[in-house]
């Protein structure tokens, strides 16, 4: 069996759901069994791992728009999770972004300083995308880092959700807006509007994680590709910008077919294995590997890619075998 790495696997610092309510509110809504998964850092997180055999475990933050020193005390937290178990976890920072400089200050700490491989953000803040200008400051500083910055989906804002309210419960539109449809639709639509601004073109060596089997970007390709050069005169096209600047995990869909279609459009090279533990159990993401496996979907050398080897040499790391 190959060692596995995931990246798109969560925590919850309780400093911060005591700073925000607006995380408290997120996390209410969350199964009790899940919130204590996401509160632990220790034995049960690493027992889980070993459930799934899972060798490392890449670990973010839940959403919510957090200050500037919230952000520091949970990133500090994660990074001694880390040391007392430094080959079976890692981290993705937590990063501001409503103060994109102190963002960018916080990204270069998190990884000169407490040795972690990148930041997670959210898809959205409040709203605003990050192909307004005022946010690139995070990105260069992500480029001058050689680290990947994971664009993870997050709740419809109050003025977002309107546009999912219909001739159904609110219930409903709430799922619409989230887990059940926008999540992945927004951020999809986001790494379209990335490139139509030129980020890629003022930082060619960037590097986006997207998840969920690359957000429905994969079946719509094609289209996007001839319809993206009537937006302006770029240095390269979304094509070279697609298999270039953008890595796709598995995390959170578990199922061929979605995976068949992002192989088709995407280098192997660039698709990473993952779960969203602890919304997902490592469990059910070792099935899905097995069923890959057998499947003959990715063999032989890929799937030592796809497991591991994409991961360590994106990361920069090198897993224990």
Same mark, same amino acid.
């Given at each position: 069996?190959? /060692?596995?790495? !995931?990246?798109? *696997?969560?925590?919850?610092?309780?400093?911060?759901? &005591?700073?925000?309510?607006?995380?408290?509110?997120? +996390?209410?809504?969350?199964? /009790?069994?899940?919130?204590?998964?996401?509160?632990?850092?220790?034995?049960?997180?690493?027992?889980?791992?070993?459930?799934?055999?899972?060798?490392?475990? %890449?670990?973010?933050?839940?959403?919510?728009?957090?200050?500037? /020193?919230?952000? !520091? &005390?949970?990133?500090?937290?994660?990074?001694?999770?880390?040391?007392?178990?430094? !080959?079976?976890?890692?981290?993705?920072? =937590?990063? /501001? =972004?409503?103060?994109?400089?102190?963002?960018?200050?916080?990204?270069?700490?998190?990884?000169?300083?407490?040795?972690?491989?990148?930041?997670?953000?959210?898809? @959205?803040?409040?709203?605003?995308?990050?192909?307004?200008?005022?946010?690139? %400051?995070? #990105?260069?500083?992500?480029?001058?880092?050689?680290?990947? %910055?994971?664009? @993870?989906?997050?709740?419809?804002?109050?003025?977002?959700?309107?546009?999912?309210?219909?001739?159904?419960?609110?219930?409903?539109?709430?799922?619409?807006?989230? +887990?059940?449809?926008?999540?992945?639709?927004?951020?999809?639509?986001?790494?379209?509007?990335? #490139?139509?601004?030129?980020?890629?073109?003022?930082?060619?060596?960037?590097?986006?994680?997207?998840?969920?089997?690359? *957000?429905?970007?994969?079946?719509?390709?094609?289209?996007?590709?001839?319809?993206?050069?009537?937006?302006?005169?770029?240095?390269?096209?979304?094509?070279? %910008?697609?298999?270039?600047?953008?890595?796709?995990? !598995?995390?959170?869909? #578990?199922?061929?077919?979605?995976?068949?279609?992002?192989?088709?459009?995407?280098?192997?090279?660039?698709?990473?294995?993952?779960?969203?533990?602890?919304?997902?159990?490592?469990?059910?993401?070792?099935?899905?590997?097995?069923?890959?496996?057998? &499947?003959?979907?990715?063999?032989?050398?890929?799937?030592?890619?796809?497991?591991?080897?994409?991961?360590?040499?994106?990361?920069?790391?090198?897993?224990?075998?």
């Amino acid at each position: 069996m190959y /060692p596995l790495i !995931t990246l798109e *696997e969560h925590f919850v610092s309780p400093e911060v759901s &005591s700073a925000s309510a607006e995380a408290r509110a997120h +996390y209410a809504k969350f199964p /009790p069994h899940i919130l204590s998964k996401l509160e632990c850092l220790g034995p049960e997180r690493i027992s889980d791992l070993d459930k799934g055999n899972v060798s490392l475990q %890449v670990i973010s933050h839940g959403p919510g728009n957090i200050s500037a /020193p919230v952000c !520091t &005390s949970a990133n500090d937290d994660l990074a001694a999770a880390i040391a007392q178990h430094p !080959t079976r976890l890692a981290g993705f920072a =937590m990063l /501001p =972004m409503s103060g994109p400089q102190a963002a960018a200050e916080e990204l270069e700490r998190c990884v000169t300083k407490l040795g972690f491989l990148g930041a997670l953000v959210e898809n @959205h803040l409040d709203g605003k995308f990050y192909d307004d200008e005022r946010f690139w %400051v995070v #990105f260069e500083k992500a480029q001058q880092l050689d680290v990947p %910055v994971y664009i @993870h989906p997050t709740f419809a804002s109050d003025s977002m959700l309107e546009h999912y309210k219909g001739n159904y419960d609110d219930s409903v539109a709430l799922a619409l807006s989230a +887990y059940g449809w926008s999540w992945h639709a927004e951020t999809g639509h986001h790494i379209l509007r990335l #490139f139509a601004s030129g980020l890629f073109d003022r930082f060619p060596k960037l590097k986006i994680i997207i998840g969920h089997m690359g *957000e429905m970007l994969p079946f719509q390709l094609d289209r996007v590709f001839a319809v993206s050069e009537r937006w302006g005169r770029k240095e390269r096209g979304l094509r070279e %910008v697609w298999r270039s600047n953008i890595w796709v995990t !598995t995390s959170g869909m #578990f199922s061929l077919p979605p995976l068949r279609c992002l192989l088709d459009v995407m280098p192997i090279e660039h698709v990473l294995y993952s779960v969203d533990y602890p919304f997902s159990t490592n469990e059910k993401g070792l099935e899905f590997f097995e069923q890959i496996r057998q &499947s003959g979907l990715i063999a032989g050398e890929d799937l030592e890619l796809f497991a591991y080897r994409n991961a360590e040499r994106l990361l920069r790391i090198e897993v224990k075998r």
